[in-house]
């Protein structure tokens, strides 16, 4: 069986969204299975250094903006850079990721249908109905993935996720780990894709 990608990322994440579809294909054309890791944003920049959006210095926020309408031109996507209730808690949302993945079930349905929801139709994912209407609508009973995301089992995950994470050396979102190798940015899927077609050995930090 290939050997599968750690996906980390999560639902608060416009990266993550503008980059999701293109690695989901990206991974079914090589064969690789994905594994799921929704992370606690605010928490990972914490530990590994980062600073959440308002605490950063002005040309870096400038610049994120332009960032944002290049990568939604490119990838030809229609979504509101700063929807209606942006910055939501993603706790939810993404605990709803893991509660899909644990029970077996594809969360590839209720995730594409989320992050839709909260770019494109500017929804509050931090509403338990908004939840179980979008798991309902991906196929699931709405109101049993919402208690199963509010569980503690799901909560134990995501905190696994994230000391996980920093395991890896991730430290943003969208992240994927390719045979232990990170590759940080929806920005850097060509470079997933060239490692996926060479075969090549993953690379490490080690000078040479």
Do not use: C
Request: net charge negative; aromatic share 10%; proline share 6%.
């Amino acid at each position: 069986m290939s050997r599968p990608i750690d996906y980390y990322f999560s639902l608060h994440s416009p990266w993550a969204f503008i980059g999701h579809a293109e690695f989901v294909a990206l991974a079914a054309r090589h064969g690789r299975p994905i594994v799921y890791k929704p992370v606690f944003l605010i928490e990972l920049f914490e530990e590994t250094g980062g600073l959440p959006l308002a605490k950063r210095h002005p040309a870096r926020q400038h610049y994120r903006m332009i960032e944002l309408k290049r990568w939604r031109d490119r990838r030809g996507l229609d979504f509101h850079t700063v929807p209606k209730h942006w910055p939501f808690s993603p706790a939810l949302a993404d605990r709803a990721v893991i509660a899909l993945a644990a029970s077996g079930r594809d969360p590839e349905p209720f995730l594409t249908r989320a992050f839709a929801a909260a770019w494109q139709d500017e929804r509050d994912l931090a509403d338990e109905a908004v939840v179980a209407e979008l798991a309902q609508a991906a196929g699931h009973d709405g109101a049993a993935l919402v208690d199963a995301a509010k569980g503690s089992a799901t909560a134990a995950t995501y905190a696994l996720n994230h000391a996980d994470a920093v395991a890896a050396g991730v430290f943003g979102s969208p992240s994927y780990v390719v045979d232990g190798e990170v590759f940080w940015g929806q920005d850097r899927l060509d470079l997933v894709a060239d490692m996926l077609a060479s075969g090549r050995a993953a690379l490490t930090a080690a000078p040479d």
